[in-house]
């Protein structure tokens, strides 16, 4: 595939998905359908409290992930499971962390390990456990979105650090239906539309952007390539 292609079927939590015009109504239109609402709770959630943990840990190589936060779902949140010792937070994203008009948000499937830097732990990963919260509460995408911004606007959510970024370079990632486990990779979170003053999407540029206004920021995104265990991670077509 090429980096475009790969563009389409990126993280669910933060990219918003889109498709060629000639085909975009036809799928998306499938997709809505078969995600149309929230599904029961417990399909959200992983029974095995141990296993939770070591697939949110398989987001970052361990000498990382070992001294990491880790956290894991219940039906009311996210709560911590293991303290950390290095400031990163680890732990399994759930579909709601895509932008509202995501045809998967309310994918049950989804199963996205990310290890949030230091920085993106205190000030970015606060947004996706509201929207955890809210979503668990029973809130519409209109309600999420509505309560989000209040709390932007407000400043009761923290403002974006320099340096936020994460590790999603698990090989047991669920991202989408159609991403499946996709690629390993680092994903960088800076204030705004920041796109072309990184200069990504451009030709020969190995960084991929995503603007994502419901969260007032640009998620970038570079590929790695081994997974979190060090096994290679399938080459990038060009």
Known sequence: MRKNDFKLIAIVFLVQLCLPG??????????KAAYPAMAPVDTYLIADRNSEIALARSAAPASISDGAEVMVLEKRGFTTAVKGTNGFLCLVERAW???SDDAEFWNPKVRSPICFNPAAA???APIFLMKTKLALEGKSKTEIVAATTAALDKKELPALEPGAMCYMMSKQQYLNDRGMSWHPHLMFFVSGDAAKSWGADQPGSPIIAANDPEERVTIFMVWVGKWSDGSPAPAMEH
């Open 97 to 99: 962390g895509a932008a």
């Open 122 to 124: 205190r000030t970015f």
């Open 22 to 31: 000639a085909t975009r109504p036809t799928r998306a239109q499938a997709e």
